[in-house]
Every structure is written in structure tokens, then in C-alpha cells.
């Protein structure tokens, strides 16, 4: 960089280019030969003749003084001058930063602020010292100072969020320990003070201080979990600017699979200087054990996140081996199939059935192959009335002892009828019976059964059976396969079934493992150990994702009668691990709610305010070079006689000519860098959020469709429909966000030309984001466009030249999976092809990445491939507003024959 009075060239390397100058000197002052006459009849061809005069003739002084300017303006345009205030003196600026848990929820639009603070002094004799309020390690907090703009941006670029509270008290001695004068002080931070904020605010209202402050409404919410009792958790949101008495709180696994959403309408509390929510969320029994972390609102932040305990269980479960008949093959015990399919999860415990009661196991399984004394009946039912689980296997040896009156504990407990069904004989139409899908009040929901499972012979229940009996299988035909009853605080668990070929093949199946184990995990009554010691696993970032654990985390000690552990830079949030299992340590049970709303008297809102930018003078420079190369060629072709011009008579055109608008050029240029290139562009909403997430969204789809086709794509571009063209773009995303959307005459105008001209418009419906379900996309654009405004909207299917344009495609998911919509234009021009896609699928949710390269959003269906399916239906809707129906005709047809057989 290279200062000149008030001018700033940008690229100063270039300026030697004009010591060059005397070598081009030569071909500056030339000119053109003139043409020689040559008088001759018109009956001789005088091919051999040859110019009096070869010499070249010299130019006038004022062309040569033209073509100097020319030369010389067009090495400044390469050097890229700026004009503005230069002020020579040294700046010493002071940027502090809050990058702690509240800045998260505003991050993005807070280091736009910065770099665009940075940018306003970059062609001023600056000296940045930058720095956070955050402790990232003992005694240290992340800053830096420089007079060099890159590295000032290269240090902005690297710094984030941490997921703890702030160090002012660290922030002051450091500030204390430069001993330096700064001429400014610029302080990002929220609108929020405690105690240690408002001494350092204080110390620094000493210097020229300018706060710029996010609004309150910004601060992420709190949440936490106070209790959990089975399937029930209770949540506290707290705000600060606001009550929150509506929204959803989502359930994920480890892999940020979305497995539930509860959508909460509470009243709100005023608590102090907080707003509090108790929100209580029943959990279906069947996701129980697979949610590891809940999300308030999908806000990622750290304070909107709360992890789950994993503790193992190390289970004991007993199988009995009272009174084994030695005549019975290990492979015909149903004990066998149960150790065999929990050996690998749980301790297993071979004995009798008296000393595992001894042991005060939880769970006991009995096999078909044993029988219950009298004698231990009474303590059988004491154990279970404690909480303890009996799970018996039935088949012929129960239904034999039944009838012979020595197992009335399990035919008084389940009104066995004592007999087998009979499936394949006595006129039955059916061989076997399948196992009926499991309901939503079952504990085996979702549990897939393999349509192989066979059922031929099972124990059937009287009709007549008591209410208190629960079923939790049945079969297709009503009948119980496995059944419960409650005793106290523990329950007796009957399958219908032995484990045995002639009666079923159940026990030889992985059904059968994720039954017992759905049983087994349900079962409580495992504590766990009063002081652990864990080591960091996973800590949660500034913006509440799981990541590898900061380099400063340490050991942490859980014990259970001791206080919450205390969130900081050696104590991250996050997981923390032994060999018992998992331990969830969140912000939110550390935060102590020691702030509230404050005014800053020096707040600002706009770095425009300070106004420390220059004037780009290479536009202006680039126009004057044009009108000089014009005034050149006509002052050569005038004093030629090539054309005839007077001077005197034509001044008024001359005049025109020279007040050409300077920004000409600058504007074809523009044009010609829209059209010379693909991109996509989309539609800028009055939501922040989904701009971001429609711009992620579509740079990923752009670099997919580079790699995959022979299509360069370029950045997609936001656009507006009032004020921009929309001919430069093949394809423009629109997320419509408020059912009430209007649009103008011109608007509408605007994209109807662009349908009808062959661009393709995808609609995508994002009006109850706070909702899974689907909106109803045909009636809000129905309300937006005059009726009959477009042709009839139809459903988008595998016969469609969209769904073969690349790729063969018989779905078209994003996020979702839901029905598509396609209309297409009557014009001739554009083969009649797709104008408008429309669906509430959330494509560019599923497209977008975040900085490690990871998927942003879970899917909310889970079909197969989603993801991949979801991509290639992005460069096939490219791929067509590009080529049209080219693909429906006919030539196309053998060749797609082919790839669907393949």
C-alpha cells in the first residue's frame, strides 16, 4: 500500500510499469501509413505497384499527448487508487470483543461489524490492538496488536465464541499492564452488566469510547432441566428481554437426528430481572434410552442445549436353573437363546432361583424347562412388590404343569386357558400368524419386525382376563404374545412362547435381543456411584455442537452431595467420561444470573456512523481511459478526411459526449460479469437466520454441481425483486416466510416475464418453522399471485423431465420429504418447461454445512439416501432451467431405459 497526499494505491507493484514508458514511446508517436494514390486507366491492372512512401507519418502533439494519458491512467487503474482523508498521524485503536455464551446467538452479524470497522481504517496509518473478554487459559485472554489489515482480519477470522461467561477483571489488568493511550476505544458487546462489566466500562470511559451494542432480543434464552421421573423432563427457559410462552423443544440422538419435537404454550414468570417458562415434556417410552440432548427453539447456542447423562448400567440379569432337566439339549433352552443375546450387554448370572432372590437381582429370567417351588412363591412375590422383574418363558412344560395344578402363581396372574392354539389344523385357514406393528403407547415402538418371524403355536389368555394385565405385543389377530402385570414396584413379564422351532421362530431372530433389551433398559432401580472421576470426552462450543475438547480442559471430580461444577475455560461444558459411563456438564446449571439490562450512554448501532472510507477511484479512471481511446480514433479519422467533422458546427455533440456518466462503464462491466458466469441466486427475506441458511445451503449445491457436471458455478447472489434484474439468473430460490407476503404490480410483473423467458423459480414454504408440520404451499401461493395467474400446479413425479434431466430420480426430498409441486410456462421460446417448483421440503436446510464441513440440520424424514437424493434433485432443477425438456424427446428414450435396468 502506498500513500500519495490523499490518494491510497492499493496495489502500489504496478506503478512501475510506467518506467516502461520510453520503450513504448516508440509506438506512441507513430501512426497508420497514409494511402498512396495511384492514378491508372481502367484497362490496366497494376498489381506490381508499390508505395512511393513507406515511412510512417508522425502525429500531431495532441494525439501524442492522448495516447500518453492513455498509458499512463491504465497503469493507475491496475495499481487500484482510493481517495479520501488521510490522516498521517498514528492511530492507536482499541477493539474489545465479548465473545462469550451470549454473543453466540449474534455472531455472525457482530464480526461483520468488525471486519467492517477494519476495513474503514485500512488505508489509514492504523495500529489495532484487538482483543476478546473471554478466558481461553489460565491468565490469558486471546488478543492482538498490528498495523497490518490482513492480520488484523486473519485474527478476527480465527476467533469464536466460547461457550462459558466473560473475564472483565482479566480484560482491565491486561489493559492496565499495556499502559497505552488509545485515540479510540470500540467495545462489541450486549446490552447487558454485572459487577466486574461495569468496572472495566468505567475504566474505559476515560477514552473516546464507542459501544456497539446488540439489541437484548438477541441474547440466546436459557435452558434447563431441573428433574427428570421417567419419561417426564422439566425444563426452565429464562430470557432476559422477554417472556418465551410458546415454541418447541427437540429431542436428538448423537448424531443430531431429530426423534421428537414438543411444542410447549406456557405462561411465563417475572423472577427478578428474568423471565422464566416451566415447560414439562413427556418423552414416548419408546425413545426413552436413545435422546441424548434436548434444543429450545433450534437456537444454537450453549445456553440452549442440554446434554444427557449416559451412566452404564452394568445390569445384572440371573437366569434360573431350578430343577434342569438333564434329558434337555443346551440348544432347546430357551435360557440359552437369552444368554446368548445379552451376554454382550450384561452380566449374566447362572443360579437358582433362590439364591438369585438372595442376590436382590432386578431381573430374573425363568425358562419353559423350569418349575417354581411352592416353597419360594411367597419370597417370589415379596421380590417383585420391591421392584424386582420376572420374565417367564412359556410352552408345553407350563401348559402340562398347569393342568396338573403346580403353576397357579402364573395361570392366577395371567388367566392362562391352559392349551395351545392350534394354527394349521382343526380347519384353521392359517398356518402361522405374524406379529402386529407395535403402538405408540407400546415400549417396543419403532422397533422394525422381519416379515420371516413365524408364529404357530403360542399360550393363549382368557378373554375374559383381568384389566390389570398389560399387553405389550399382540399378534395380527388380537392375541396377546407378550404380556405384564404390575406387582408394587416391580412386574412379571410372560411371552406367549417358548424357544422352540415347532412353536416359533422368535427367540432366533435380532427381534428378539431388541425386545429383552427394550424390557431391561426400562427397568430402574441402578444407582450410581457417589464420586467419579472423568476425563473430557466431547466439549460443547460457542455454538452448542460437540467437538474435540479444548486444549485446556482438566479431570473433572463429580460428586453427587457436592454443588453443580463450575462452567470456565479448564471446565468446559460438554461430556466427560469413565469407565462407568458418561457425565453431561451444562452451561446452564452453571450460570449464576448475575447480570441485567443496561443502557450504554456511548452506544452506536452502524460502523457507517464513523465514515472513515475513501472513494474508489478505478471506475472513474476506467471511464476517462474510454472517452480519451474515442477522442483519439475520431481526431485521427477527421484529420484522415475519413470522415468529415466539423468542430465548430458539431460542439453541442462534443459537449454531450464528455459528460457521459462515469459509472457507464462500470455498470456494462457489472452486466458482463453477471451473465458471463452461472449462478444461482435467491431471494433476500426479512429473516437474517434464512438468508444465511439459503446462501450456505446454495454454495454447498454450487460446488456439488461443479463437481459433478461441467458447469463452473459461481457464489449464489442475493436479489431483490423490486430492485434487481432476474433475466441473469437461470434458477432463483425463494423462501417464503410470512403467509401475508405481498408483492407489487411490478413484482409480479417481474416474475412472470422471468417464468415465461425460461427461468425456473423454486418456492419453498418456511411459514411455521416452529411447526413439522407441512405448510400448505398451494394456498399461500395462491394468495400471493392473481388467480389463474400460472398454469395448474401438478405433482411432481418420475415422468417429469425434471426427474431425468441428470440424474434418475423418483423422490425429491431436502430436510423433508413431503410432495412437490411443479408448474410449467406456455411459451414456445422455452419448450414449455418447469417455471415454478413449490413444496415445503427445506432444501437449502439440507444442503448447508458449517465450518467443520458437517451438515447443519438433521433430517426430519429418514429415507434412504435422503441427503444424496436431496443434492441431486438440486443439480437436476440446474440442469433443467439450463437444457428444458430436452430430455422427453424421444431419441433420450433407450439410453434411460438402459440406466433404469441398470
Same mark, same amino acid.
Given at each position: ?17 510506467? &518506467? ?12 497508420? @501509413? ?30 501524442? @499527448? ?45 464480526? /461483520? ?5 477494519? +476495513? ?18 489460565? =491468565? ?29 477483571? %482479566?480484560?482491565?489488568?491486561?489493559l492496565k499492564n499495556k499502559e497505552k493511550n488509545f485515540d479510540s476505544v470500540f467495545w462489541f458487546t450486549e446490552s447487558i452488566i454485572n459487577i466486574e462489566k461495569k468496572k472495566l466500562y468505567e475504566f474505559l470511559k476515560q477514552d473516546n469510547l464507542f459501544i456497539v451494542s446488540s439489541l437484548n432480543e438477541n441474547l440466546p434464552p436459557i435452558l434447563k432441566l ?31 437426528? %431429530? ?30 434410552? +436413545? ?9 444454537? *447456542? ?20 431350578? =430343577? ?59 421380590? @417383585? $412388590? ?17 393342568n396338573l395344578g403346580n403353576e397357579n402363581f402364573f395361570d392366577f396372574t395371567f388367566s392362562l386357558l391352559k392349551e395351545s392354539s392350534n394354527l394349521g389344523k382343526n380347519l384353521s385357514l392359517k398356518n402361522f400368524l405374524k406379529i402386529r406393528e407395535f403402538d405408540n403407547r407400546s415400549p417396543f415402538f419403532g422397533l422394525v419386525i422381519p416379515n420371516e418371524i413365524?408364529? $404357530? ?90 467437538? +474435540? ?8 471430580? $463429580? ?17 466427560? +467420561? ?56 475520431l481526431f485521427i479519422m477527421i484529420s484522415k478526411q475519413a470522415i468529415n467533422f466539423n468542430i465548430k458546427k458539431n460542439f453541442k455533440f462534443l459537449f454531450v459526449f464528455l459528460l457521459i456518466p462515469t459509472n457507464l462503464i462500470a455498470t456494462e462491466k457489472s452486466i458482463f460479469s453477471l451473465v458471463s458466469s452461472n449462478k444461482i441466486g435467491y431471494v433476500i ?37 423490486? *430492485? ?10 425463494? /423462501? ?95 419448450? $414449455? ?15 448447508? &454445512? ?46 434411460? %431405459? ?5
Amino acid at each position: 500500500m502506498l500513500n500519495i497526499g490523499n490518494i491510497v494505491f492499493q496495489n502500489p507493484y504496478f506503478l512501475i510499469l510506467l &518506467l516502461t514508458f520510453p520503450f513504448f514511446w516508440k509506438y506512441l508517436r507513430s501512426s497508420p @501509413l497514409l494511402p498512396s494514390l495511384v492514378k491508372f486507366p481502367a484497362i490496366i491492372l497494376v498489381s506490381n505497384h508499390k508505395s512511393i512512401d513507406n515511412t510512417p507519418e508522425k502525429n500531431s502533439f495532441f494525439i501524442l @499527448l492522448l495516447r500518453i494519458l492513455i498509458f499512463i491512467i491504465l497503469v493507475l487503474v491496475l495499481s487500484k487508487p482510493k481517495f479520501g482523508k488521510i490522516n498521517h498521524s498514528k492511530f492507536e485503536q482499541l477493539v474489545i470483543i465479548d465473545n462469550s455464551w451470549t454473543s453466540s446467538a449474534n455472531w455472525n452479524d457482530r464480526k /461483520s461489524k468488525i471486519k467492517e470497522l477494519l +476495513k474503514s481504517y485500512k488505508f489509514s496509518n492504523f495500529n489495532f490492538t484487538i482483543m476478546s473478554t473471554t478466558q481461553h487459559s489460565k =491468565n490469558d485472554i486471546l488478543n492482538v496488536t498490528t498495523n497490518n489489515y490482513e492480520e488484523a482480519k486473519e485474527f478476527l477470522h480465527k476467533l469464536k465464541p466460547f461457550p462459558w461467561e466473560p473475564n472483565y477483571e %482479566l480484560v482491565k489488568k491486561n489493559l492496565k499492564n499495556k499502559e497505552k493511550n488509545f485515540d479510540s476505544v470500540f467495545w462489541f458487546t450486549e446490552s447487558i452488566i454485572n459487577i466486574e462489566k461495569k468496572k472495566l466500562y468505567e475504566f474505559l470511559k476515560q477514552d473516546n469510547l464507542f459501544i456497539v451494542s446488540s439489541l437484548n432480543e438477541n441474547l440466546p434464552p436459557i435452558l434447563k432441566l431441573n428433574t427428570q421421573s421417567n419419561e417426564t423432563y422439566e425444563f426452565e427457559i429464562t430470557h432476559l428481554d422477554e417472556g418465551i410462552s410458546n415454541g418447541f423443544i427437540d429431542a436428538y440422538d448423537k448424531n443430531r437426528r %431429530l426423534l421428537f419435537r414438543f411444542k410447549y404454550n406456557e405462561k411465563f414468570e417475572k423472577d427478578g430481572e428474568f423471565f422464566k417458562t416451566n415447560v414439562n415434556l413427556v418423552l414416548p417410552v419408546y425413545l426413552k434410552n +436413545k435422546v441424548d440432548f434436548f434444543q429450545v427453539n433450534s437456537i444454537r *447456542t450453549p445456553s440452549t442445549v442440554v446434554y444427557l447423562n449416559k451412566w452404564k448400567k452394568n445390569k445384572l440379569v440371573g437366569l434360573s436353573t431350578l =430343577n434342569s432337566n438333564k434329558n434337555i439339549q443346551e440348544l432347546d433352552k430357551g435360557n440359552y437363546y437369552v444368554k446368548k443375546a445379552l451376554e454382550k450387554n450384561y452380566k449374566i448370572v447362572e443360579d437358582n432361583l433362590e439364591n438369585l432372590l438372595a442376590q436382590n437381582l432386578k431381573i430374573i429370567y425363568i425358562d419353559d424347562s423350569y418349575l417354581i417351588e411352592k416353597s419360594l412363591e411367597k419370597k417370589l412375590l415379596t421380590w @417383585l $412388590k420391591n421392584g424386582g422383574t420376572l420374565i417367564k418363558l412359556s410352552g408345553k412344560k407350563l401348559i402340562r404343569e398347569l393342568n396338573l395344578g403346580n403353576e397357579n402363581f402364573f395361570d392366577f396372574t395371567f388367566s392362562l386357558l391352559k392349551e395351545s392354539s392350534n394354527l394349521g389344523k382343526n380347519l384353521s385357514l392359517k398356518n402361522f400368524l405374524k406379529i402386529r406393528e407395535f403402538d405408540n403407547r407400546s415400549p417396543f415402538f419403532g422397533l422394525v419386525i422381519p416379515n420371516e418371524i413365524k408364529i $404357530k403355536k403360542y399360550i393363549q389368555s382368557n378373554v375374559k382376563k383381568s384389566e390389570n394385565i398389560e399387553t405389550l405385543a399382540n399378534l395380527e389377530n388380537g392375541a396377546s404374545l407378550i404380556s405384564a402385570m404390575n406387582f408394587g414396584k416391580g412386574k412379571m413379564i410372560l411371552f406367549h412362547v417358548p424357544c422352540n422351532l415347532d412353536w416359533s421362530n422368535l427367540c432366533f431372530s435380532y427381534l428378539f435381543v431388541d425386545l429383552n433389551e427394550r424390557i431391561i433398559n426400562s427397568i430402574k432401580g441402578f444407582k450410581e456411584e457417589n464420586e467419579r472421576i472423568l476425563k473430557p470426552y466431547l466439549s460443547i462450543n460457542g455454538f452448542g455442537e460437540l467437538e +474435540k475438547p479444548y486444549p485446556e480442559s482438566l479431570n473433572i471430580i $463429580k460428586n453427587l452431595v457436592q454443588k453443580q461444577v463450575k462452567v470456565k475455560y479448564d471446565k468446559p461444558p460438554g461430556l466427560y +467420561k469413565d469407565s462407568n459411563g458418561i457425565y453431561a456438564l451444562n452451561l446452564s446449571d452453571s450460570l449464576d444470573y448475575n447480570f441485567k439490562k443496561f443502557e450504554f450512554e456511548e452506544k452506536i448501532f452502524s460502523i457507517n456512523t464513523l465514515n472513515h472510507k475513501g472513494s474508489d477511484l478505478q471506475n472513474i479512471l476506467i471511464s476517462i481511459v474510454f472517452i480519451l481511446f474515442i477522442l483519439e480514433n475520431l481526431f485521427i479519422m477527421i484529420s484522415k478526411q475519413a470522415i468529415n467533422f466539423n468542430i465548430k458546427k458539431n460542439f453541442k455533440f462534443l459537449f454531450v459526449f464528455l459528460l457521459i456518466p462515469t459509472n457507464l462503464i462500470a455498470t456494462e462491466k457489472s452486466i458482463f460479469s453477471l451473465v458471463s458466469s452461472n449462478k444461482i441466486g435467491y431471494v433476500i427475506t426479512k429473516n437474517k437466520n434464512i438468508n444465511e441458511i439459503n446462501e450456505n445451503g446454495l454454495i454447498s449445491l454450487s460446488n456439488f454441481i461443479t463437481q459433478k457436471t461441467a458447469a463452473i458455478m459461481e457464489l449464489p447472489e442475493p436479489i431483490d425483486f423490486y *430492485t434487481d434484474e432476474l433475466y441473469y439468473y437461470p434458477l432463483i430460490y425463494w /423462501s417464503i416466510i410470512d403467509e401475508n407476503t405481498n408483492l407489487d404490480e411490478n413484482e409480479i410483473k417481474k416474475i412472470n416475464n422471468y417464468t415465461k423467458n425460461g427461468g425456473l423459480l423454486i418456492i419453498d414454504c418456511k411459514t411455521q418453522l416452529n411447526n413439522i408440520l407441512p405448510d400448505d404451499c398451494l394456498k399461500i401461493f395462491r394468495n400471493i399471485f392473481p388467480l389463474n395467474f400460472f398454469s395448474k400446479f401438478k405433482v411432481l413425479n418420475n415422468s417429469h423431465a425434471i426427474s431425468k434431466s441428470f440424474y434418475l430420480l423418483n423422490s425429491f426430498p431436502g430436510r423433508r420429504n413431503n410432495k412437490v409441486f411443479v408448474t410449467s410456462n406456455e411459451s414456445q421460446k422455452s419448450d $414449455k418447461g418447469a417455471s415454478i417448483v413449490l413444496s415445503n421440503n427445506h432444501w437449502t436446510d439440507s444442503w448447508a &454445512l458449517n465450518k467443520d464441513k458437517d451438515f447443519l440440520f438433521p433430517l426430519l424424514d429418514n429415507i434412504e439416501n435422503q441427503r444424496t437424493l436431496s443434492f441431486r434433485f438440486g443439480l437436476n432443477l440446474l440442469i433443467h432451467s439450463l437444457t428444458g425438456n430436452y430430455k422427453t424427446d424421444q431419441v433420450h428414450v433407450p439410453e434411460i %431405459l438402459k440406466r433404469i435396468e441398470d
